[in-house]
């Protein structure tokens, strides 16, 4: 409420510079996404992104919002707007390789994956999204040695334990395959990246 009453007196102020509206736009934003309300969310954060278009931060939250929401294309678009501005943020291209693996469109992450991995030492999330990859493309066996290094690197990565099962049993290891089926842990679906703005909410 403070944060809105903010906002409101920035509105009404018509001499608000636009990157004083675009900030108090971005803090109701910010507050509405952290709790989850996504569809108040988003007007807040587009209204951001327009008066402060050159601030990587409103697409990076924008990109979450669609991601969360399973908007795919719309979460790739501002992923990739963030990436214009900052092209070695980690945090965007880990989980941009992770929207374009969900979307089928490996080639594309392929290459985030490759330049995440160059950005190192690699974190036990962008192991995950290379296992991930490989695993959509049949490479079982680079699919078992990335999920195994995030799991080396992270022992509570849970989510690297079911595609590790799967890599395991096509490549014939079926004792293996069943002990990692046993430690999955379905409240645990990502591993995400070190990620400073989301950690902020």
Known sequence: RGRYDALSAKIAARSTPDS???AAYGD?????LAARYLDSAEPALLNARTLAP?????????AQLYRQRG????AAQFFR?????????????????????????????????????QIGPPSEAVQYQAGRLALATRDFAAAARHLEIALQ?????????????????????????????????ERN?????????????
């Open 71 to 74: 908007a795919l294309d719309q």
């Open 153 to 185: 690197r992270n022992p509570r990565a849970a989510a690297a334990h079911y595609p590790l099962a799967m890599a395991y049993r096509a490549l014939g290891r079926q004792k293996d395959a069943e002990t990692r089926l046993r430690l999955r842990d």
């Open 54 to 62: 050159q601030d990587s931060t409103w697409p990076y939250y924008l």
């Open 81 to 117: 707007d963030v990436l214009a501005k900052r092209p070695d943020d980690l945090a965007a291209l880990t989980w941009l390789a992770a929207v374009e693996i969900d979307r089928g469109r490996h080639t594309e992450a392929r290459l985030l994956v490759d330049r995440a991995l």
């Open 189 to 201: 679906s990502e591993i995400p990246p070190p990620d400073p703005l989301m950690e902020r909410l």
């Open 20 to 22: 004083e509206l675009a």
């Open 28 to 32: 109701v934003g910010q507050i509405l």
